[in-house]
Structures are given as C-alpha cells and as structure tokens.
C-alpha cells in the first residue's frame, strides 16, 4: 500500500500517544480486561474509501488479539450504510483506538472522495488530476496516498525530489534565462525541470530556456489557450491556482496535460464513517 511501512508505523505510534498517553481512564473504570465485544465500522454518505491499513495498523499497535475482517478496499466507490470492516476482541482496546482509526481512514477517505469528484469531470480528456505540497504537517504520505486511491496523481513528494522554479526564485535570480541557465549548470541532466509562468512572455522565456514541464500560474482561459498553442507539445504543460469543480472541465479543455489542485487535500470534508458495538 504505501511506499515507507516504518514512517507509517511512527505515524499511527505518535496518534495513539497523542491520543492515550497514559490511558483510557473512561474505559479502563468501566470495563473489564478480559471483556470482548464486536463492533462495525459503517459509512454513514457515499464515498470512496482509503485508508483501511491505517485501521489495521492501529490496532495492531493496540492488541494483536482484535481481528478485523476488511470488507471493502481502497479506491472502492462506496454507498452510505455498507460496512467496511467488522472487528472483535478487547473491548477496552476497540475503544482505545477508535478514534485514532476513524480519524485516519475519514480524513483519508474525504481526500480520495474529492479527489474522484475532479477526476470524474474530466474523464475522457488526455488529463491528469495532481496533488501539491499543500498537506498536512507530518501527515503528506497518507495525504498523497489518498489521492492515488481516489483516482489522481501525485505531483512531487517535497522540496527533494523535483526541480520547481517559482515566482520568488525568479525574482532572487532576476528572471527565467539566468534562473533556468544556473540550474542546468548545477543539475544532473538526468532531473526534469519545471518553471512557473503567468503571463505568454514568460511563456516564451521558458520555451527559450528549454524547460520539460510549464506551469500556468492563475492564466484565463484565453491566455491558458493561447499557451498551450505556442508550447505545441515542446515541453508538458501543467494548469495551476484557482482550479474549481466548476471550471475544471473548462481549464482541461485547453489542452493542457497536468491540472495541480491544492484543494484535493487544502481544502477537505472528512467522509462521515463511524465504529459502533454489536450487541451478540
């Protein structure tokens, strides 16, 4: 599923601290060591799923013990009332990591949800749906994964592993030519370099300097159009900022090959799922 088991083991550990600290007082007084319980985790609205090996890894952490049966998997559209998974053993543990759980898969569900409702608008376009850095503190490989499981795309995982030459770059380096020239000198020719632009002279500038990929920071149609025509597929172009559900299709339409969308996950509903006991 994800691509660092360790990192998502340290997350899960620091949740449940968070979360526990010391202990469960409320379920601690009340239950039993010993008493077992069976419980289902529902969703309550139509969605698509992630998250599930979040579940598992909670409790996991919690008690070897619980069994999970996992009824539905990540990526799957799902209707509000089915059960995703069905859990049995401790009861003071089944407490202990609810939240945490329903934290993680809601959240994580919410972004792939999202996700698929922009990837739906532009479906049968030559298109991709992408991410951007704009996560969640600490939380960026479930946030990225979520995206993945709801039909996108990732754009580059942080500041490490991609070249992305914006605005204020530009203005240190006193433009696009002494910026991409600098670059070229420093890089390995095996890395992609990408350039933000927002205006058809900078466009120029770019194609000049022989950039592989084009962002359009916040272009109008018409001048995303027209970009897109002068490019004429000599380096990939990416549409940027102020992407909506409701002028996606539009944007798409201009021919562009990548649409980054902040808002897959800036901008987010938690899926509404919950975890209740079954009375045997």
């Given at each position: ?29 009340l ?6 319980s069976?419980?289902?985790?529902i ?24 069994c ?7 990526g ?17 543990d ?11 898969i809601?959240?994580?569900s919410g972004?792939a ?5 922009y ?10 749906i ?7 503190p ?5 946030e ?28 240190a ?45 916040n272009?109008?149609l018409?001048?995303m ?12 172009v990416?549409?940027s900022?102020?992407i ?11 021919g ?13 509903k938690?899926?509404?799922?919950s ?6």
């Amino acid at each position: 599923m994800f691509w660092n088991k360790q990192m998502i083991k340290e997350i899960v550990q620091r949740a449940l601290k968070e979360d526990i600290w010391t202990g469960d007082i409320t379920s601690e007084t009340l239950l039993e060591p010993e008493e077992e319980s069976r419980a289902v985790m529902i969703l309550k609205e139509d969605g698509i799923i992630a998250g599930i090996d979040l579940v598992f890894e909670v409790f996991k952490q919690l008690n070897n013990e619980i069994c999970i049966n996992q009824l539905i998997e990540d990526g799957q559209k799902v209707k509000s009332g089915v059960t995703i998974a069905e859990l049995k053993g401790p009861s003071i543990d089944i407490l202990k990591g609810e939240r945490t759980a329903l934290n993680f898969i809601q959240r994580m569900s919410g972004i792939a949800t999202t996700t698929g409702k922009y990837v739906d608008e532009v479906r049968g376009l030559p298109v991709r749906i992408t991410d951007t850095r704009k996560t969640t503190p600490g939380l960026r490989l479930l946030e990225k994964y979520a995206v993945k499981a709801g039909g996108g795309y990732n754009h580059r995982m942080g500041l490490y592993d991609a070249v992305l030459i914006k605005d204020n770059h530009l203005k240190a380096l006193g433009g696009i030519l002494p910026a991409i020239k600098k670059a070229r000198e420093n890089l390995p020719h095996t890395v992609k370099i990408e350039v933000e632009v927002e205006d058809i002279r900078a466009v120029k500038k770019a194609l000049e300097a022989g950039v592989d990929i084009i962002m359009l920071d916040n272009m109008g149609l018409r001048k995303m159009t027209e970009a897109v025509k002068l490019i004429e597929k000599r380096a990939l172009v990416e549409a940027s900022g102020g992407i909506t559900l409701e002028n996606i299709y539009q944007v798409a339409a201009t021919g562009v090959d990548l649409i980054s969308v902040g808002a897959l996950t800036h901008h987010i509903k938690a899926l509404d799922i919950s975890l209740n006991f079954v009375q045997e």
